[in-house]
């Protein structure tokens, strides 16, 4: 009976870690487009709206613009502010407990 529930804890602690690396993979992978775009001095980018779409499509609220300038040939300056969600989650260690 404890090693069913040590073993269903496990189970489910995997399944909490798994998701916590999904997030941080999309996380590492939205500052890196982010920076393919980022104008290098403040918390903006340098885009066409095709880009600012395409990020924002992969990465929804990542980058929130807050307003935007056009600059030159269909590429505007896009001032905003990044937004990233960590969560941690908190393993469960009941049964563990229990059977101690």
């Known amino acids: 009976m404890a090693i069913s529930k040590i073993t269903e804890e ?3 602690n995997k399944i909490e870690i798994d998701s916590v690396l999904i997030n ?3 996380i590492i992978n939205a500052y890196r487009d982010f920076k393919n775009l980022y104008d290098g001095n403040t918390t903006a980018i340098n885009a066409n709206p ?3 779409k395409l990020l924002n499509s992969r ?3 990542f980058f929130r613009v807050k307003d935007s300038t056009a600059i ?3 590429i505007y300056y896009y001032r905003g502010v990044t937004h990233i969600n ?3 989650p908190t393993l469960t260690e ?3 407990k229990t059977l101690l």
């Open 59 to 61: 990465y929804p609220d």
């Open 72 to 74: 030159d040939h269909g």
């Open 10 to 12: 496990i189970k489910n």
């Open 24 to 26: 941080s993979h999309q």
């Open 94 to 96: 009941i049964a563990w």
């Open 86 to 88: 960590l969560e941690i």
């Open 50 to 52: 095709k880009q600012l």
